[in-house]
């Protein structure tokens, strides 16, 4: 049996923006993402979500909707990631840097897929459209994708 740490990831947007944030330390440092992390036990996806933007970004999310269910494998490593990817254009506050992350509005033309997760490039373009997918990665390492599945979805199902 293999062990699951349930993660949220949030992107805030604007008509042709995307908020990210820059990775000080940890897991995925150096890489651009969206803000999110693990859910804390007590607490629902959708609050751990809005918790983690909070912290990393500063900026107060309003009507999250979930898009995306992504399952991360890693060779070698038993726990498998599953991670619950939101999207809002509705925020409060303004983006600042904490101890965690720094972030920066990008166009959406303009991503910087290269400082980005390898499988990145092949779900965004279904985020940016507004829609819903579903899909699984193995890696070997943090870069190599062995294998993976991705699906636009009319609906996530768990």
């Known amino acids: 049996m293999v062990a699951k740490k349930v993660l949220s990831l949030v992107f805030v947007r604007d008509a042709s923006r995307i908020l990210l944030g820059l990775k000080k330390r940890g897991f995925g440092q150096g890489w651009w993402n969206g803000f999110g992390g ?3 036990p007590g607490e629902t996806i959708h609050e751990g979500a809005l918790r983690e933007l909070k912290e990393e970004a500063g900026v107060t999310g309003h009507e999250l909707q979930e898009v ?3 399952k991360f ?3 070698g490593d038993p ?3 599953e991670v619950h990817v939101f999207s809002t254009t509705k925020y409060t506050g303004q983006p600042s840097e904490s101890e965690e992350m720094k972030p920066r509005w ?3 033309d303009d991503l910087p897929f290269s400082q980005m997760w390898a499988d990145d490039s092949l779900w965004f373009p279904l985020l940016l459209k507004g829609s819903k997918f579903s ?3 193995l890696f070997k390492g943090h870069h190599e994708i062995l294998k993976y599945t991705l699906d636009e979805v009319e609906r996530l199902e768990y």
């Open 38 to 40: 693990k859910v804390e």
């Open 68 to 70: 995306g269910l992504l």
């Open 73 to 75: 494998e890693f060779v």
């Open 79 to 81: 726990v498998l990631l």
């Open 106 to 108: 990008f166009d959406v």
């Open 135 to 137: 899909g699984y990665f």
